[in-house]
């Protein structure tokens, strides 16, 4: 199976569960300038903005080595932009949320990391 199509199915079971736990998609894949975002959410008064990992090859530990620092300032950037074309979420809480996908295990990792000021 290549890349990208094991990357949709990593998405969309990444999406049942998240959707599973009382989570909205309300996107997916949004596009920046800065990077894209896998999956956006809502829960309450919450934008949750996730990072979808999946593979096959290696196991959860890699996988939680894979968002590093470079690639969380991409997604905040992103969220950022998501959040200036949207206004109507202002007031809302944001949260960066990850998932990680393995073909035995699904772990959904909330506030994965923050970003910093």
Do not use: C
């Not at 998609?25 to 990077?35: E, K, L, Q, V």
């Not at 934008?47 to 997604?75: A, C, P």
Request: charged share 35%; proline share 3%; net charge neutral.
């Amino acid at each position: 199976m290549d890349r990208s199509k094991a990357g949709r199915q990593g998405e969309e079971r990444a999406a049942r569960v998240l959707e599973k736990a009382g989570l909205k998609i309300i996107a997916r894949n949004a596009r920046s300038p800065y990077g894209e975002i896998d999956l956006i959410a809502l829960e309450e008064e919450t934008v949750v903005f996730v990072e979808v990992k999946s593979w096959t090859s290696f196991g959860m530990e890699d996988l939680r080595d894979s968002v590093g620092r470079k690639k969380q300032l991409r997604i905040i950037e992103t969220a950022k932009d998501f959040l200036t074309k949207h206004s109507e979420f202002d007031g809302f809480s944001i949260r960066f949320d990850v998932v990680f996908i393995s073909p035995q295990k699904v772990a959904h990792i909330p506030s994965a990391f923050v970003e910093e000021t």
